[in-house]
């Protein structure tokens, strides 16, 4: 299901037909901040201890109109305890199986969160125990699981996965979405912004849910009494000077922003990054788009062009600047 799907049916879905398994998938870099949404409000729904959105909404509001940091919404644990998280960094499988199974105090329900990432490999070999603990009846803890993508995991767990449990597809944001995105988040907190205002946040931003979701924190808390962020608040408040990264340049590129990708392109040279690595992460990208499409014409048009920007720098026809410049222009009329 999409998360969308997954809002409507936590809702009405009763506590106790509530499935012992959750997969959130997605690419971690584009919507970890919706994975991360998704676990609130599912902890919040088994155990009462999360705070949703509208909690957080009200307790900001009374931030704002009694100046104080207490707030009278507050957070209803019932003695239940936070997600327990397990990730690839420090993965005890004993400790993680211990969880799972054993009985919690007083008997309340708990979450227990396994960040896969992009460890397909682990899932894989994890498919025997986890069999085993679905075709149980696990009173009380029920498992969440990150993940970025379910296509190399064998075809016998998705089965079970999707039999045992509720897979929610985390999609990315499009660019073209994002201002509307925006609005709605500050919407929560009862703050407006114009369309131009979250365009330029975007374009200030770049398309990580996740940064952009801390940043709309820190304007709602700076703008604490006033209830529009203006463009002049986007240009003073929000850093110009961000990273970008080569994936995004390759979004700009097929998404044919021009302007865009001229300056991430820039941008990448000036903080140092080699163009071999730049070429190559390109050709990697713009392989998968084009086969996504299933445009061959458009994938060899794509490599002859990556090519003659190769050669013209190995053969100092171009500096590396140009090169680039050329090619980004080039890829962007061809697509």
């Given at each position: 299901?999409?998360?969308?799907?997954?809002?409507?049916?936590?809702?009405?879905?009763?506590?106790?037909?509530?499935?012992?398994?959750?997969?959130?998938?997605?690419?971690?870099?584009?919507?970890?901040?919706?994975?991360?949404?998704?676990l609130r409000i599912l902890s919040h729904r088994l155990t009462g201890l999360e705070l949703t959105d509208h909690v957080r909404s009200e307790r900001l509001k009374d931030n704002q109109?009694?100046?104080?940091?207490?707030?009278?919404?507050?957070?209803?644990?019932?003695?239940?305890?936070?997600?327990?998280?397990?990730?690839?960094?420090?993965?005890?499988?004993?400790?993680?199986?211990?969880?799972l199974y054993a009985v919690p105090f007083l008997n309340q329900p708990r979450l227990a969160l396994l960040n896969i990432a992009d460890k397909n490999d682990f899932i894989n070999k994890m498919e025997k125990p986890l069999s085993d603990y679905l075709a149980g009846r696990t009173f009380f803890t029920r498992l969440a699981i990150f993940v970025d993508k379910l296509e190399s995991v064998a075809a016998s767990l998705i089965r079970l996965l999707n039999t045992k449990g509720w897979v929610i597809e985390c999609e990315p944001v499009s660019e073209e979405r994002l201002p509307g995105w925006i609005a709605s988040q500050l919407g929560v907190y009862g703050k407006k912004i114009s369309p131009s205002a979250a365009r330029l946040l975007v374009e200030k931003s770049g398309g990580d849910l996740a940064r952009i979701d801390e940043t709309l924190k820190k304007l709602v808390l700076f703008h604490r009494n006033e209830s529009v962020i203006s463009d002049e608040s986007i240009r003073d408040f929000v850093d110009t000077e961000r990273d970008f990264d080569i994936n995004e340049l390759t979004n700009a590129i097929v998404s044919r922003q021009t302007a865009l990708?001229?300056?991430?392109?820039?941008?990448?040279?000036?903080?140092?990054?080699?163009?071999?690595?730049?070429?190559?992460?390109?050709?990697?990208?713009?392989?998968?788009?084009?086969?996504?499409?299933?445009?061959?014409?458009?994938?060899?048009?794509?490599?002859?062009?990556?090519?003659?920007?190769?050669?013209?720098?190995?053969?100092g026809r171009l500096p590396e600047e140009l090169a680039l410049q050329t090619l980004v222009v080039k890829l962007i009329r061809a697509s």
């Open positions: 299901m999409l998360f969308s799907e997954f809002l409507k049916q936590i809702k009405s879905c009763p506590a106790k037909d509530m499935p012992p398994l959750y997969i959130f998938t997605g690419p971690a870099k584009q919507v970890s901040e919706l994975k991360e949404k998704g109109t009694t100046g104080s940091s207490e707030s009278r919404a507050s957070n209803v644990s019932n003695g239940a305890e936070p997600p327990r998280r397990f990730d690839m960094a420090n993965f005890s499988e004993p400790e993680f199986w211990t969880e990708a001229l300056k991430i392109a820039d941008r990448l040279l000036q903080k140092g990054e080699p163009v071999n690595k730049i070429l190559g992460f390109l050709r990697t990208g713009l392989a998968y788009d084009a086969r996504r499409r299933n445009d061959k014409t458009l994938l060899l048009s794509r490599y002859n062009k990556l090519l003659v920007a190769d050669m013209a720098i190995k053969t």
